[in-house]
């Protein structure tokens, strides 16, 4: 079965600072890998998608990620934090093989000023 | 405005009663999958539904059932409610199933508390 893993259910940044918020994944397949944001009282919203394209996917709002198969991540990083980032952030993991979409517990972002 | 509309956007109900959430996908999409998150449990996957068939469970309770209309909207039916059934419920909706990597879109969720 197919699962997801995020490292640190907090996390906080100052603003302006590097943002890593880690996420890894299982499946006995290759994987399509996401990220998506929600903020308070709102539903989720996508912010990235790996589709076995290129490695490197590029999202809204200055995020990106990268996928590492060997270390079976898609960890998800933006440069420099603003204080709009904060929020909750969900990785989630489907295959061809199974209609289900998995997501981990949810990390959430805190901006320090 | 992710196009899925949920409704009720709150309810309090008592314990042992029933509830019925509704949700109306995006216009063209085929596919429904509801989605319990609460502070403990995190965003737990129930139930999928694609053209009106079940793809896909979760961790649906038995006490909890769903289903896909010919119009494609959806209705999850909960029962014989416990306080611990209190959680945000989410609705989301894709033109295909999850399986082929297609990005899922969520309604703002219907808030049950069980009192």
């Known amino acids: 079965a197919q699962s997801v893993t995020q490292l640190g259910s907090h996390v906080s940044v100052s603003e302006g600072a590097l943002v890593l918020l880690r996420c890894n994944y299982s499946s006995s397949v290759p994987p399509y890998l996401f990220w998506y944001v929600q903020y308070p009282n709102q539903g989720l919203q996508l912010l990235l998608k790996y589709t076995s394209a290129a490695t490197l996917v590029k999202g809204i709002n200055g995020f990106e990620a990268e996928f590492k198969k060997s270390e079976t991540s898609f960890h998800l990083t933006k440069p420099s934090a603003h204080m709009s980032d904060a929020a909750e952030y969900f990785c989630?993991?489907?295959?061809?093989?199974?209609?289900?979409?998995?997501f981990g517990k949810g990390t959430r972002l805190h901006i320090l000023p | 405005d992710s196009g899925v509309t949920q409704t009720p956007k709150h309810l309090i109900t008592a314990t042992g009663q029933r509830v019925t959430l509704r949700c109306s996908p995006r216009?063209?999409?085929?596919?429904v999958y509801w989605y319990q998150q609460s502070l403990d449990q995190g965003l737990q996957f129930l139930i999928q539904?694609?053209?009106?068939?079940?793809?896909a469970k979760g961790n649906i309770l038995e006490r909890f059932s769903a289903q896909q209309f010919p119009d494609l909207h959806s209705e999850l039916n909960l029962s014989s409610l416990e306080l611990g059934d209190s959680a945000l419920y989410f609705c989301?909706?894709?033109?295909?199933?999850?399986?082929?990597?297609?990005?899922?879109?969520f309604g703002e969720g219907s808030w049950l508390t069980v009192v």
């Open positions: 989630a993991v489907s295959n061809p093989r199974d209609d289900k979409i998995i």
């Open positions: 539904y694609y053209n009106g068939e079940e793809r």
């Open positions: 989301a909706s894709s033109v295909e199933t999850g399986g082929i990597g297609n990005t899922i879109y």
């Open positions: 216009s063209g999409d085929l596919s």
